[in-house]
């Protein structure tokens, strides 16, 4: 199972490291410590990633872009079919919807609280492995 710094978090959350510290000292997501390092187990990060864009922050003007249509992000749930997927990633306030191939999921070793990157073109949307 994956796990993430605050750093880390921070980035795939879409805000600043002293906001994710903060969220994280409200308990807002749960956190353990590897030394000095403060770590997020995968899974955790994926739940509270959802959250946050469920709960939406009006008072937030940042704008929200996609460098070259690639949407860096985490896994927040797999669906697994017979021979196709369909995987969702939580990239900031976005949430990014993609059916491939099982084939291709089991191949990436996307599961929640991995981190993914979709890449849009078109109509299509590829996943990456973060």
Not at 22 to 32: H, K, S
Request: one cysteine or more.
């Amino acid at each position: 199972m994956e796990s993430y710094t605050i750093g880390q978090a921070a980035r795939l959350l879409g805000v600043s490291v002293d906001t994710a510290r903060r969220w994280a000292d409200a308990e807002r997501f749960p956190t353990r410590r590897e030394g000095s390092r403060r770590m997020v187990q995968g899974p955790d990060l994926a739940a509270f990633c959802v959250r946050v864009a469920q709960e939406g922050d009006e008072d937030e003007e940042t704008p929200h872009t996609s460098a070259r249509n690639a949407f860096p992000g985490i896994v927040t749930a797999v669906k697994l079919g017979t021979v196709d997927a369909q995987v969702e990633i939580q990239a900031g306030p976005h949430r990014v919807v993609s059916l491939l191939t099982r084939e291709a999921v089991e191949e990436l070793g996307l599961e929640v609280g991995a981190r993914a990157v979709a890449r849009v073109k078109s109509t299509s949307v590829f996943v990456d492995r973060g």
